[in-house]
């Protein structure tokens, strides 16, 4: 399911300043969706430099919480490269640690448990095509199986090969997530998948689907592309 992807557009601002406060206003985003998970998930954005360094958010404080100046910058190994008073979480630096790390193009990486996610990354036949949002997503969803709880280095380079190209994932048993060159173009896909997986599990309860015709979905994941290329920001 895993297509030759669309041409990557877009460019992550250049300095740390703007990234910190887009990245807050990303998370404050968010709580207003209700993609929370108490002081859990996160969104991480690499800042400018050969190192890889990136902003996460500081374990202890709820989305609504984060601000440009709060937000801590580690390395991929989560050593924290400025002073902070706030540590970071293992489990969440570990899985997008791995993708900032293994992915060139993956400047921002979110990750929700939201309930919509999670209850189709645990059902056996995935994300339906059958909706709207999913239809806009052909070939562009990975899928990697769960391991436990992601604090174990080693589990990295599986995930990098289960994403592939893909910028929308599902982690089964576990949530979603996607990756972008840019805060707005990863925000645009995860935006695209949770839509799809809402309309999926809220029209469960009303017996089967009207099937999308795969040639349909092509169309409309090419008409995705086209009209993300025209986009200023994503
Ligand atoms: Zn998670």
Same mark, same amino acid.
């Given at each position: 399911?895993?297509?030759?992807?669309?041409?990557?557009?877009?460019?992550?601002?250049?300095?740390?300043?703007?990234?910190?406060?887009?990245?807050?206003?990303?998370?404050?985003?968010?709580?207003?969706?209700?993609?929370?998970?108490?002081?859990?998930?996160?969104?991480?954005?690499?800042?400018?430099?050969?190192?890889?360094?990136?902003?996460?958010?500081?374990?202890?404080?709820?989305?609504?919480?984060?601000?440009?100046?709060?937000?801590?910058?580690?390395?991929?190994?989560?050593?924290?490269?400025?002073?902070?008073?706030?540590?970071?979480?293992?489990?969440?630096?570990?899985?997008?640690? $791995?993708?900032? !790390?293994?992915?060139? *193009? /993956?400047?921002?990486?979110?990750?929700?448990?939201?309930?919509? +996610?999670? #209850?189709? @990354?645990?059902?056996?036949?995935?994300?339906?095509?059958?909706?709207?949002?999913?239809?806009?997503?052909?070939?562009?969803?990975?899928?990697? $199986?769960?391991? !436990?709880?992601?604090? *174990? /280095?080693?589990?990295?380079?599986?995930?990098?090969?289960?994403? +592939?190209? #893909?910028? @929308?994932?599902?982690?089964?048993?576990?949530?979603?997530?996607?990756?972008?060159?840019?805060?707005?173009?990863?925000?645009?896909?995860?935006?695209?998948?949770?839509?799809?997986?809402?309309?999926?599990?809220?029209?469960?309860?009303?017996?089967?689907?009207?099937?999308?015709?795969? @040639?349909?979905?092509?169309?409309?994941?090419?008409?995705?592309?086209?009209?993300?290329?025209?986009?200023?920001?994503?």
């Amino acid at each position: 399911m895993n297509a030759a992807p669309p041409p990557l557009t877009g460019s992550p601002p250049a300095d740390e300043r703007t990234l910190r406060t887009q990245l807050a206003a990303c998370y404050r985003i968010f709580a207003l969706l209700g993609w929370t998970e108490l002081i859990y998930n996160h969104i991480t954005v690499r800042v400018p430099g050969p190192e890889r360094h990136f902003l996460i958010n500081p374990f202890g404080l709820h989305f609504s919480e984060v601000t440009a100046s709060n937000l801590v910058k580690i390395d991929l190994q989560g050593r924290t490269v400025d002073t902070s008073d706030w540590p970071v979480n293992p489990a969440g630096f570990t899985l997008h640690a $791995a993708i900032h !790390g293994g992915i060139d *193009h /993956a400047h921002c990486v979110m990750h929700t448990h939201t309930t919509a +996610g999670c #209850a189709v @990354a645990g059902s056996q036949a995935g994300l339906s095509p059958d909706n709207f949002y999913a239809a806009q997503l052909h070939g562009r969803v990975a899928y990697h $199986a769960f391991e !436990g709880i992601t604090v *174990h /280095a080693e589990e990295g380079p599986r995930v990098v090969q289960s994403i +592939g190209h #893909a910028q @929308a994932v599902i982690l089964r048993n576990h949530g979603l997530l996607s990756w972008g060159v840019s805060i707005p173009q990863a925000f645009a896909y995860l935006w695209t998948l949770q839509r799809a997986c809402e309309i999926q599990v809220a029209g469960a309860a009303l017996g089967p689907t009207v099937p999308v015709p795969e @040639a349909i979905q092509r169309r409309c994941t090419a008409v995705r592309s086209t009209l993300r290329r025209r986009a200023r920001y994503v």
